[in-house]
């Protein structure tokens, strides 16, 4: 049996040593990287080749890679990587980690082309300057074959371990049975289309009913196709820590002692030492890490039960280790990960970056995709607000660099440029000087970086540098097909400063590249997975979802039909209800009124959902003046997970009272009630986001993208129903449940809006 490596990843485990050393210093865009790859190859001769593939085997090993480019008049193999900033402030691991790579592709150049001996060169090109930097040495085929083999050797062992490990998981995922004998209704239905999507190697979109077991239904056939699709890896994503707690309680019920399980968290949750920077000399778990890392590693994969959060965080102590890089660490080894969708989607994901580079073949599991279209547009949008340049200016490092100080004070002036009678406006193209003039602040702020990296960091220097960069980066791939640039006035609180800064920056507007259409980032992580499966309760129209997250063509569908009996949730529309804006004040007496009619006559656990925080209070009120007897509580803006937790402890089988909440907030989804916790739920709003100016620019471009009438659905209506249903899913949540939903709004019995509730819903 043969173990695939690729070189980055063979020279990732061999030729790591020492500290941690992840002191922020500015890198190369991907497109800088791309284009100084470029460079230097255009100052090569006529016959230099790039990006020459290469291969070669180590007993079970087969070793593979790309070197950046061959002279063979020379006889010099290139390695070419940029930067920013002086070289002599690279942590001496870089360096060490290069030069074995450039020898593993030596040493595989030699061996494919019959060669006696090479010139290395490492060759470092700096984005700013366009400056090469080369360090050279000379190798025979000999030498060079001697340290592939010793590095191949040093990896051999654990190839042979994940070897075993691969054939032992993949009987046993062939063996495995379903944990709990039968399916739910609608459940098998739900895992045969995973199964058959992964089988054929396509992207499936499955709507299937809250309460069904819908990741139990998704886990267990993806994990029953691995061995037969040789699936390198199952990446389970959610929206949500709770959709993560599922997949690690669903995948501890499967009868697979054997299968490699990992949570990945946030940083801010799992760091040990906040308060120290990531490097040696100020973390103690930094400090010698990829000395300690193999012993971890190893404890790591002989566990039988998932390495969550705190299983994780145990180990790292045991080991004195960085339980935040443990985590990355063991994420190459893992055999189901489940973590938020940032992992794989972003444009810095750790997940799609690993698979990209070691070519694994992975099957995505997305929870609650829904979320995805909302979620893939925060990943590839970015502001820059002027408040954020009125700190940096006044920030130490700005006030004594005056390199940095000239660079934002020209960026004051132009930003100044932009300022507008309108409080809202689209920009047709970006605004050339003020673009310019961000990417010389940046650069400014950035060789400042790169020179005094053991600084302690200037925090709103940097803050506003990274909120730059990211603008910057977006900017590269800015399309008007998906994407605008607009400007808005400034409504933040006024500062304490007063004077030309204080006017300036009430002035000045806030600059945003807004994404509103998120496939065309999307599309190229679904494709570099060999299945994927969205799947969600709230998914209609299936094309909407098809066309925002850029699903391919062939992509499959299911539409599972609800186990839930129309009898039991009665649903009723109260036609006497307008929650339009012009209608809020007459809609209170009306709406507090149903509310204790319902609690009359069936007393209990009652959900009411408005469409902000100010409605919610104003019907609680008018229900505490004209019901007082009537038990209520209500959540709050900014609740913390305790005030959550509490506010959820209310619902019991024994208590009795209507909780206010806001729609689409934190109690409208992922919340689990059944049986007498909650009976029924007020859903007074149809969801809709607010009529603004940026809504009427998501109306737009989505109109000119999708075709005539969908517009107004892609932003509007599809949207805002999706939060009603979601809600309403928090009434009948088992197949003995019962329970009641009164839309309160004229609006629900338009053809166009029951057309999107669930079809198994008895419209009274």
């Not at 909302?374 to 700190?391: C, F, N, Q, T």
Request: with cysteine; net charge neutral; hydrophobic share 40%.
């Amino acid at each position: 049996m043969t173990y695939r490596v690729a070189v980055r990843e063979l020279c990732e485990f061999s030729a790591k040593a020492g500290d941690l050393d992840l002191r922020f210093t500015p890198a190369p865009s991907a497109l800088e990287g791309v284009e100084g790859h470029a460079t230097v190859a255009s100052r090569r001769s006529a016959d230099y080749e790039r990006e020459v593939s290469l291969s070669g085997r180590y007993e079970e090993l087969l070793v593979r890679g790309r070197a950046d480019g061959f002279d063979a008049t020379r006889g010099r193999l290139e390695e070419v990587k940029t930067h920013k900033g002086r070289l002599e402030r690279q942590p001496a691991t870089h360096r060490a980690l290069h030069w074995a790579q450039l020898r593993i592709y030596g040493a595989l150049l030699c061996a494919e082309r019959g060669l006696a001996g090479l010139e290395l060169a490492l060759v470092y090109f700096n984005v700013g300057s366009e400056q090469e930097t080369v360090f050279t040495e000379h190798c025979t085929a000999a030498e060079l074959q001697a340290f592939f083999d010793e590095h191949c050797s040093r990896f051999l062992a654990w190839a042979r371990h994940e070897l075993a490990h691969r054939a032992a998981r993949d009987d046993e995922l062939q063996a495995l049975g379903f944990p709990h004998g039968e399916f739910r209704a609608g459940q098998r239905v739900l895992a045969t289309a995973v199964y058959n999507a992964a089988r054929s190697g396509r992207c499936l979109l499955a709507q299937a009913p809250t309460g069904i077991g819908k990741t139990l239904g998704t886990l267990f056939p993806l994990l029953k196709a691995a061995p037969a699709q040789q699936l390198d890896k199952l990446f389970f994503l959610a929206a949500k820590t709770s959709g993560r707690q599922l997949a690690l309680d669903a995948l501890r019920q499967l009868p697979a002692p054997g299968l490699r399980v990992l949570e990945l968290v946030a940083r801010d949750k799992a760091c040990e030492h906040p308060d120290k920077a990531c490097h040696g000399e100020s973390c103690p778990l930094a400090q010698g890490f990829y000395d300690r890392l193999p012993a971890a590693r190893a404890a790591a994969v002989s566990q039988a039960a998932p390495l969550d959060q705190a299983r994780v965080r145990e180990l790292a102590r045991e080991h004195a280790v960085c339980p935040y890089y443990l985590s990355q660490e063991l994420a190459r080894w893992a055999d189901v990960v489940v973590g938020d969708y940032n992992y794989f989607f972003d444009g810095s994901a750790l997940l799609y970056a690993l698979t990209q580079a070691n070519d694994w073949r992975v099957g995505l599991l997305v929870d609650e995709a829904h979320n995805l279209v909302d979620r893939g547009r925060s990943m590839y949008s970015a502001e820059l607000h002027p408040d954020s340049l009125a700190e940096a200016r006044r920030s130490a490092t700005a006030r004594k660099n005056g390199a940095i100080k000239r660079a934002l004070d020209k960026l004051r002036k132009t930003w100044q440029g932009l300022k507008s009678e309108a409080d809202y406006r689209v920009c047709a193209e970006p605004p050339a000087d003020w673009v310019e003039s961000l990417i010389t602040a940046n650069g400014a702020i950035s060789e400042h970086l790169a020179e005094h990296p053991a600084e302690p960091p200037d925090a709103a220097l940097q803050g506003f540098y990274l909120e730059a960069l990211q603008f910057l980066r977006l900017l590269e791939s800015l399309d008007a097909s998906h994407s605008i640039i607009d400007l808005s006035r400034n409504t933040a609180p006024a500062p304490l400063t007063r004077g030309k800064d204080a006017a300036w920056r009430q002035d000045c507007p806030v600059v945003c590249l807004r994404n509103i259409v998120p496939a065309p980032h999307l599309q190229p992580r679904l494709a570099a997975a060999h299945t994927s499966s969205l799947f969600s309760a709230t998914l209609q129209p299936a094309q909407c979802y098809a066309d925002l997250l850029g699903l391919p063509e062939t992509h499959g569908r299911v539409d599972v039909e609800s186990p839930f009996r129309a009898e039991q949730l009665q649903v009723q529309i109260a036609r006497e209800v307008s929650t339009r804006w012009r209608d809020r004040a007459a809609s209170l007496d009306r709406i507090a009124d149903r509310i204790a009619a319902q609690y009359g006559t069936r007393p209990g656990n009652y959900l009411a959902f408005f469409s902000s925080y100010d409605y919610l209070q104003q019907v609680a009120e008018r229900v505490a003046e004209r019901h007082p007897a009537l038990p209520q509580w209500r959540q709050q803006r900014r609740m913390g997970e305790p005030e959550q937790k509490a506010f959820l402890a209310r619902f019991t089988a024994e208590s009795q009272g209507v909780a206010f909440a806001v729609l689409g907030g934190a109690f409208a989804e992922g919340i689990d009630l059944p049986g007498q916790r909650l009976i029924g739920a007020f859903i007074a709003t149809l969801g809709l986001p607010q009529v603004n100016p940026v809504m009427e620019q998501f109306k737009e471009r989505m109109e000119e993208r999708f075709g005539q009438g969908l517009g107004y659905d892609y932003a509007y209506l599809v949207p805002g129903l999706q939060k009603v249903v979601q809600a309403a899913g928090r009434v009948i949540r088992t197949t003995e449940d019962a329970g009641v939903v009164h839309l309160m709004d004229d609006r629900f019995g338009r053809a166009e809006v029951r057309a999107l509730l669930p079809a198994w819903w008895a419209l009274g």
